[in-house]
């Protein structure tokens, strides 16, 4: 199992920006973000394995990045021009494992962060 620990949430207004990282104790060969806003569901934000290859959600392309720093085990989340609609605990999600080809469901992810709260305002 992979500790993982966020951080960087905030609140911000529309049009900004935040930066979230989280590290992980142990190499994971996926690591990425997951979203959930109040009554919805766990929805996945961007992902990115240990070459580098990322994929990111329809919803925020564009406007966020993931990336990684292999030697220490950490990835963050760029997330600009921010909108009301990105509001949600965000998630750190890991997988020791496999590789994410695609965006993991919630189900499939074996390791999560305790998450960190993500508000924008209009």
């Known amino acids: 199992q992979v500790q993982l620990v966020e951080s960087g949430g905030g609140s911000v207004q529309s049009g900004g920006s935040l930066r979230l990282s989280c590290a992980a104790s142990a190499y994971a060969r996926a690591m990425g973000w997951f979203r959930q806003a109040p009554g919805q569901e766990r929805e996945g934000v961007a992902v990115?394995?240990?070459?580098?290859?990322?994929i990111v959600a329809n919803s925020v392309k564009g406007r966020f990045t993931v990336s990684q720093n292999n030697a220490i085990n950490t990835v963050w989340l760029q997330m600009n021009s921010l909108k009301p609609e990105d509001t949600a605990m965000y998630y750190c999600?890991?997988?020791?494992?496999?590789?994410?080809?695609?965006?993991?469901?919630?189900?499939?992810?074996?390791?999560w962060g305790q998450g960190t709260q993500v508000t924008v305002s209009s």
């Open positions: 990115i394995d240990r070459g580098g290859t990322t």
């Open positions: 999600a890991a997988d020791r494992s496999r590789r994410w080809l695609y965006l993991p469901q919630p189900g499939q992810v074996p390791d």
